[in-house]
């Protein structure tokens, strides 16, 4: 399996798969750009290269996650600056081997909610126009904090189907937001499965975001904990890691870092949860 971590580029983006590699990490994400701002960034081909090139030696799966105010939401207005970013995220996340591009569904502060769908389908749609390689525009659920779009499987489906090039879309699932939205109650990993596969959600389903919950089901509340520290629990994860739909694709913490600074600790502790062993 592919279990890791978030991960800085403080030292580029091969410093970040060395980084996963020294973690025993079969997986990690970082952020192809600044984080917190909408601004473009220049691809270090030679960084983004020897990135791929390591991953790919050694067995590593990598997600890069877009910026955070990247909103595909958005009306047509700004839905260009969008879609330049979508591209330019997609065009590194390429260069370094990665899957995807993680991207939040989207927020729609409108009167009408079918706009926002719309507006999203739209970005998509230009995104997908612009960009040819094969790393893909990876979806995430959200919590519902402050949003209505993006809580359940169908309408990620639903979104993905009415797009020009669905192909160029999969999923990432986050464990936190799935629970927090309601979308998955914790002892219903099978019922859930089963559904999303019945609707083409996990055969579409390329990363997860492994993330415990520090508010109880349903709260609609964003806040990540530690695996086996919150909500969720020990054995609703057992029941996530043993689903055949997460044996080949990245599983990646966004958790708050151990004492020592790293998620080694909580990297193998995740292995043990999914009885793997912690050399791989
Ligand atoms: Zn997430």
């Not at 399996?1 to 970082?30: C, E, P, V, W």
């Not at 997609?90 to 990665?98: D, V």
């Amino acid at each position: 399996m592919y279990i890791g971590s978030h991960i800085s580029t403080r030292n580029g983006y091969l410093g970040a798969a060395k980084t996963a590699a020294q973690l025993k990490a079969g997986a990690f994400q970082y952020f192809p750009m600044n984080p917190r701002s909408l601004s473009l960034k220049n691809v270090n081909e030679k960084d983004a290269a020897a990135c791929a090139k390591f991953c790919k030696d050694n067995g590593i799966l990598s997600i890069g996650h877009a910026p955070y105010p990247l909103n595909p939401a958005v009306d047509e207005t700004e839905r260009e600056l969008m879609v330049k970013l979508l591209v330019n995220g997609l065009e590194i996340t390429e260069a370094c081997g990665s899957v995807g591009l993680v991207v939040h569904f989207g927020k729609y502060v409108g009167k009408d909610p079918l706009q926002g769908y719309k507006n999203i389908i739209q970005c998509l749609n230009s995104t997908a126009r612009q960009f040819q390689g094969s790393s893909l525009i990876l979806l995430e659920n959200q919590a519902g904090e402050g949003s209505q779009l993006g809580l359940t499987m169908e309408e990620m489906v639903q979104v993905r189907k009415l797009c020009e090039q669905p192909e160029t879309i999969g999923f990432c699932l986050d464990t936190c937001h799935a629970f927090a939205s309601g979308m998955w109650k914790g002892s219903d990993w099978s019922e859930m499965e089963n559904r999303g596969a019945a609707i083409d959600y996990f055969p579409h389903l390329k990363a997860v975001h492994l993330n415990d919950s520090v508010h109880p089901l349903g709260s609609r509340r964003d806040r990540h904990a530690n695996i086996g520290s919150g909500y969720i629990g020990n054995e609703w994860m057992k029941s996530v890691l043993a689903s055949p739909y997460v044996k080949h694709i990245p599983i990646v913490l966004e958790t708050g870092t151990g004492t020592d600074g790293t998620h080694r600790q909580e990297i193998a502790h995740v292995k043990a949860l999914a009885g793997v062993s912690d050399s791989l």
